[in-house]
T-cell receptor, first 112, second 115 residues
Framework: SQKIEQNSEALNIQEGKTATLTCNYT??????LQWYRQDPGRGPVFLLL?????KEKRKERLKVTFDTTLKQSLFHITASQPADSATYLC???????????FGAGTRLFVKA | NAGVTQTPKFQVLKTGQSMTLQCAQD?????MYWYRQDPGMGLRLIYY???????DKGEVPNGYNVSRLNKREFSLRLESAAPSQTSVYFC??????????????FGPGTRLLVL
């Protein structure tokens, strides 16, 4: 069955550094991949979508890569700020292409 | 636009009680979803509705029923609540992006405790 793996351990970094989060998936080849941000007590918020024919996508301080050979996506936040502290979820379409599977997320803490 | 709204925000139930979680979206999206989120397990799909008048089971549908009342509203019902249904419930609606890819918009969640 399809599986998404995100590092369950929290990532602690210093303000100004680049945060890199990893999403690995198995048993399938998705047409696209998404990243969402979730703050405590709130619903997830969509950040970026990257398609299988795109190697990299950027939005302001965010950068996402998608390596379909390694079955991995990397999510980077450059010049990180304490306000970037949140849980980041990776999401992929199910094989039916309609339902979405979410990873459990990685918690990021940015210290001032 | 309010986006996706959910009521109630919090609820405490006793085992065996029933309740309905309400969800509405004002973005004219065709598809709507109900998820539950438990610590360490991520979001799990309970039911979804691809369009008004249709509903389908997701990964964890047992113990739940849904109604797609109209294009805006999608409710989730627990007929006989069990402690295992203690969770945070999120409603979402989705938009298909230009070029493909379905982006979901989430409500603020309902925190449910079943004693």
């Amino acid at each position: 069955s399809q599986k998404i793996e995100q590092n369950s351990e929290a990532l602690n970094i210093q303000e100004g550094k680049t945060a890199t989060l990893t999403c690995n998936y198995t048993n399938y080849s998705p047409a696209y991949l998404q990243w969402y941000r979730q703050d405590p007590g709130r619903g997830p918020v969509f950040l970026l979508l990257i398609r299988e024919n795109e190697k990299e996508k950027r939005k302001e301080r965010l950068k996402v890569t998608f390596d379909t050979t390694l079955k991995q996506s990397l999510f980077h936040i450059t010049a990180s700020q304490p306000a970037d502290s949140a849980t980041y979820l990776c999401a992929l379409p199910n094989t039916g292409g309609f339902k979405t599977i979410f990873g459990a997320g990685t918690r990021l803490f940015v210290k001032a | 636009n309010a986006g996706v709204t959910q009521t109630p925000k919090f609820q405490v139930l006793k085992t065996g009680q029933s309740m309905t979680l309400q969800c509405a979206q004002d973005m004219n999206h065709n598809s709507m979803y109900w998820y539950r989120q438990d610590p360490g397990m991520g979001l799990r799909l309970i039911y979804y509705s691809a369009s008004e008048g249709t509903t389908d089971k997701g990964e964890v549908p047992n113990g739940y029923n849904v109604s797609r009342l109209n294009k805006r509203e999608f409710s989730l019902r627990l007929e006989s609540a069990a402690p295992s249904q203690t969770s945070v419930y999120f409603c979402a609606s989705s938009l298909v992006a230009r070029g493909g890819g379905e982006t979901q918009y989430f409500g603020p969640g309902t925190r449910l405790l079943v004693l």
